[in-house]
């Protein structure tokens, strides 16, 4: 157990539908990132927050926005959904702004997009 | 952004030395390599990090080329828990001066009771 946690676990929705997910760090990790897992990509990195803050940006889609809030967690909004969305969102937290630490990982939320 | 080369898959016997390659020729300066595992069904697991020296912790050694274009991880005996997809990623500066992982597709690593 990282002490990351994500909810929900699975997430079945239309296209066109717009989903949150959320995450919640390890106690006292001020780092958020969120990352997309799918079969033929591998794990994409989306966003990362520090302290409230957004930190660094990779490949997200304008669809998609994240916030973290002052209790340090996040969410990640998903909309107008389409099939290439369905896949693995993992969040992953660490105390610092830095990505050369070590980073925690949640066991992931499972989109699935019909 | 530098990317890293990886044979899609491994297998090893239980109890033998793994070294899982890594290619990461386009390389820059300032880049870190990280190694992280996913076990079936979880999230991705920190392993080891280094830059230019290698490197060792309780879960394995990291050894990196002189031109650090490529690098190894070595796990020094393997255990049927080791089995796993490694990824061996680059940490790389964008423009604000800020760190992404940069993850490849990683090698599956089977082990052989």
């Known amino acids: 157990d990282s002490g990351v946690t994500q909810t929900p676990k699975h997430l079945i929705t239309a296209t066109g539908q717009r989903v949150t997910l959320r995450c919640s760090p390890r106690?006292?990790?001020?780092?958020v990132y969120w990352y997309q897992q799918s079969l033929d990509q591998g794990l994409q990195f989306l966003i990362q927050?520090?302290?409230?803050?957004?930190?660094a940006k990779g490949n997200i889609l304008e669809r998609f926005s994240a916030q973290q809030f002052p209790d340090l967690h996040s969410e990640l909004n998903l909309s107008s959904l389409e099939l290439g969305d369905s896949a693995l969102y993992f969040c992953?937290?660490?105390?610092?702004?830095?990505?050369?630490?070590?980073?925690?990982f949640g066991p992931g939320t499972r989109l699935t997009v019909l | 952004d530098a990317k890293t080369t990886q044979p899609n898959s491994m297998e090893s016997n239980e109890e033998e030395p793994v070294h899982l390659p890594c290619n990461h020729s386009?390389?820059?300066?300032?880049?870190?390599i990280h190694w992280y595992r996913q076990l079936p069904s979880q999230g991705p697991e920190y392993v080891i990090h280094g830059l230019t020296s290698n490197v060792n912790n309780r879960m394995a050694s990291l050894a990196i080329a002189e031109d650090r274009k490529s690098s190894t991880l070595i796990l020094h005996r393997a255990t049927l828990r080791d089995a796993a997809v490694y990824y061996c990623?680059?940490?790389?500066?964008?423009?604000?001066?800020?760190?992404?992982?940069?993850w490849g597709l990683g090698t599956s690593l089977a082990v052989n009771p």
């Open positions: 386009t390389i820059s300066g300032t880049d870190y």
């Open positions: 106690s006292g990790d001020l780092s």
């Open positions: 927050y520090y302290n409230g803050e957004e930190r």
């Open positions: 992953a937290s660490s105390p610092l702004a830095g990505t050369n630490n070590e980073q925690f």
């Open positions: 990623i680059l940490t790389s500066l964008n423009a604000g001066n800020n760190r992404k992982l940069i």
